[in-house]
């Protein structure tokens, strides 16, 4: 097999600068001179949509995440999507748009000093967004890479003030099957949750994501607020996040409770666990012709390899 190694996070700058960034920051330039002759001030208002949130994006890169291989095109990543709730086809974009993103609260209950209900935008303001290059694997054998806005989910935490007895983050998804078809599915555990440990909520690779290609998530993605863990298969990553609880018991999250013979808490990337039905070794890299070799962690085991050190004994992978 002719496999091109690289080293580990080596990219080209000019790869990972996608021309959206440009684009954007034109756009803000455009509209600041407007602004100066006080004039067009409603066309910028127009080219930013009506998310509340749109002056906070493109919000900075964090440069520390590196991607060994080129963004996907959003055209690709905004067409090609897992969101049940909205269908089980990849085709779920236009479907997805009936979900309606503001006003949008988020419920932070269980084990936290104070539970309350937090409005998106007023979360949004207290923390500070960066940009992430992050790659994501789901469990069928295809992968992308995404310019993810948000914040670490261990400043959530933080926000959160969970007590100590507090050992799981759960995360819950909106559930209205009047705009929802897959909703009116008796046969799914809705609504769809999954969780992770407060270890790993912690660990700095652990990402809220509230926006996307520099602007406000769309829709598809799992706007206004979903999770991101890069090193896990992407079943994990709940979107459209509608309540966090801290809990003692380890959440089940929708996949697990739907076929846990296949699907389980860990969910973490390995090439060499099979998935019962198909081979892990590989993943198609969406918006290329490429089969690239699937790497333990999803590549990002420098970052999160100790968090299951002396857990050799469970199900760590999917
Ligand atoms: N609420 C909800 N979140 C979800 C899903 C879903 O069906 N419903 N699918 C998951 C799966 S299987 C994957 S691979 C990712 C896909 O994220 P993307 O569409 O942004 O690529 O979302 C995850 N989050
Ligand atoms: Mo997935």
Known sequence: MNI?????????????????????RRALMTGAAAIGAGAMLPAVAFAQGKDPSAGLY?????ELYKLDRALTEESVTSRYNNFYEFGSTKAIADAAQKLAVRPWTIKIDGLVEKPRDVDIDSLLKAMKLEERLYRLRCVEGWSMTIPWTGFPMKNLVDFA????????????????????????????????????????????????????????????????????????????????????????????????????????FWANVNPEVSHPRWSQATEEVLGTRERVPTLLFNGYGEFVADLYKGKEKERLWA
């Open 161 to 264: 003030r969970p007590l100590s007895g507090a050992k799981y983050v759960r995360m819950e998804t909106f559930m209205d099957p009047k705009i929802a078809p897959g909703q009116r599915q008796a046969w799914y555990p809705w609504p769809f949750v999954d969780g992770c440990t407060i270890e790993e909520a912690a660990n700095d690779l652990s990402f809220m994501v509230t926006g996307a290609y520099g602007k406000p998530a769309a829709n598809q993605f799992g706007a206004p607020l979903r999770i991101h863990q890069p090193w896990k298969y992407g079943f994990k990553a709940v979107k459209s996040i509608v309540r966090i609880s801290f809990v003692t018991e380890r959440p089940k999250g929708f996949w697990e409770a739907l076929q846990p013979a296949e699907y389980g």
């Open 58 to 62: 493109p919000a900075p890169r964090n």
């Open 4 to 24: 091109i190694h690289r080293k580990g996070w080596e990219i080209p700058e000019r790869l990972a600068t996608p021309e959206h960034l440009f684009l954007n």
